[in-house]
């Protein structure tokens, strides 16, 4: 309740709210996850940025991404916005792309290594599907974080973010139960 009365009273000030979201957006340097300002000890704040600058940098994405020569991007992080993934879609060539927290966007990225760390030894990265093969989840044993992961190979649509984040919620009690972390 004191966080959205806060959220509240900063929507008053709008010399202070633009000065947070100029901090927000510029609080990922190489792609680390953007962070809320330090008063918000709960991210709500930095959930409300995240979904209140998403349509806008999401149509930025659809129209500057298809620009850029990706063939070199190796990067894990978002080479439009610099945001982390937040989820992955398995082409039907079996490439992995990877789909940005903040602007939606997707990039290229070895199908195996574990794109918050960039471990690549096979052995260290655990893999399931969900029941119906839709999805998929890779498991880093070198950091303990996981990304879920639309499997295109089986379906005759591409990945809906917003669906798709949903849809794998067993997928994220699985993992948290193996002790992965988001």
């Known amino acids: 309740q004191d966080s959205i009365v806060r959220l509240q009273a900063l929507a008053r000030e709008p010399e202070r709210f633009l000065t947070i979201v100029r901090e927000w957006y510029g609080a990922a340097p190489g792609g680390a996850t953007p962070g809320a300002a330090p008063a918000d000890p709960t991210g709500l704040l930095d959930q409300v940025l995240t979904l209140a600058m998403r349509p806008f940098l999401a149509r930025c994405a659809q129209s500057l991404l298809p620009q850029l020569d990706l063939r070199a991007w190796t990067t894990p992080h978002c080479p439009l916005c610099g945001g982390e993934a937040e989820f992955a879609a398995i082409t039907s060539a079996a490439d992995r792309l990877l789909l940005c927290s903040r602007c939606t966007g997707a990039w ?23 029941r119906d093969g839709r999805y998929r989840l890779y498991g880093c ?30 997928l994220d009690a699985a993992a948290i139960q193996r002790g992965y972390k988001s």
């Open 108 to 130: 290229p990225y070895d199908p195996i290594a574990c794109p918050y760390c960039r471990n690549n030894n096979r052995a260290r990265i655990t893999s399931f599907e969900s």
């Open 141 to 170: 044993d070198s950091c303990r974080r996981y990304l879920k992961a639309f499997d295109g190979r089986r379906s005759t649509r591409g990945a809906l973010l917003a669906v798709d984040t949903i849809a794998t919620l067993p």
